[in-house]
């Protein structure tokens, strides 16, 4: 490897850790903008009506040159279906979610997806579930079990439900990523996300005009708004801008390892922006959760 090569790896590396920080920084936001009283749906729509026009930016920027083939039938079929899957159902039960759990929770539930993507995978796909694998899976699960428990033990709210809303997220989305990695490889990383997002967005301004009266949008606190608008630059366009080019320089394993910065950086927002305190028990619980998920995202040992 020259050294060209290895800064650009270097550079992917911390994009791909940036992206990371940036998207763990979501569930912080969201229990900031839910101390307005703005309800799940009215601040998941704030979101996408923000992103929406970024997504079009960047979705005609990927589209762009003379080699990017337009998408087949079954192509378009698979982003409104995964797009629906995956930024829309998705992130609406990890909103609903975020209503009762901190953010270190949630974060740390999402963060099963590998865990998901290898069980799915397994159950629809043929895929072999390795002793490692179930090392992993393992490992996670005891990560979760303890801090779920020392949350249950200690925060208000319904922890169970949370918990549950977020688990169902981070299934759908473990969903979504498997089929997004069949169509990637055609698409392009950043070509499907944007299309995907545009799909979400209708879906997600489509719920609100169905379940809530338009006034709502104009009778919110100033501060939803800006939080909402920061939400989408920050951790929702930003990220995907950032992973799908440190993804292109490092390779998806390899970005999945480092973006495991994310649950971690979560805890410290967390606790320097919402007060949440950082516990031994959920230092401990992070840990098993991270070692876990780097163990089943490491590549096979060629033998």
Do not use: C
């Not at 940036?18 to 903008?33: E, T």
């Not at 366009?237 to 971690?264: C, D, N, W, Y």
């Not at 516990?279 to 089943?296: F, K, N, Y």
């Amino acid at each position: 490897m020259d050294r060209g090569e290895r800064q650009s790896r270097l550079v992917g590396a911390l994009l791909v850790a940036l992206g990371a920080v940036a998207f763990s920084g979501k569930g912080v936001i969201i229990k900031l903008a839910y101390r307005y009283g703005v309800d799940p749906i009215t601040l998941l729509a704030f979101r996408m009506l923000f992103s929406a026009p970024l997504f079009l930016v960047l979705g005609w920027w990927a589209s762009r040159g003379k080699d990017v083939e337009p998408l087949s039938f079954a192509d378009r079929r698979a982003v409104v279906i995964l797009g629906l899957i995956g930024y829309y159902l998705a992130s609406y039960f990890d909103f609903l979610g975020l209503q009762h759990i901190t953010v270190a929770l949630e974060r740390l539930l999402l963060f099963l997806n590998p865990v998901f993507v290898v069980l799915i995978s397994a159950a629809l796909f043929g895929r072999r579930i390795t002793k490692r694998d179930l090392f992993a899976i393992t490992l996670s699960y005891l990560g979760i079990f303890a801090v779920f428990a020392n949350d249950l033990a200690t925060q208000p709210g319904n922890v169970v439900l949370g918990s549950f809303w977020v688990l169902l997220s981070a299934l759908f989305y473990a969903a979504y990523l498997i089929g997004g990695g069949r169509l990637v490889g055609r698409v392009g990383s950043l070509r499907f996300a944007s299309y995907a997002g545009i799909v979400s967005s209708v879906a997600v301004v489509t719920h609100f005009f169905v379940t809530r009266d338009a006034a709502v949008l104009l009778a919110q606190a100033a501060p939803v708004y800006g939080l909402a608008l920061l939400m989408a630059l920050v951790s929702t366009v930003l990220p995907i801008v950032l992973t799908s080019e440190g993804i292109r320089r490092i390779g998806a394993s390899h970005a999945s390892i480092v973006g495991s910065v994310g649950p971690v950086a979560t805890i410290f927002l967390g606790a320097a922006f919402l007060g949440e305190a950082i516990t031994a028990i959920q230092v401990l619980g992070a840990a098993l959760v991270l070692a876990g998920v780097v163990s089943v995202s490491l590549p096979p040992r060629v033998k």
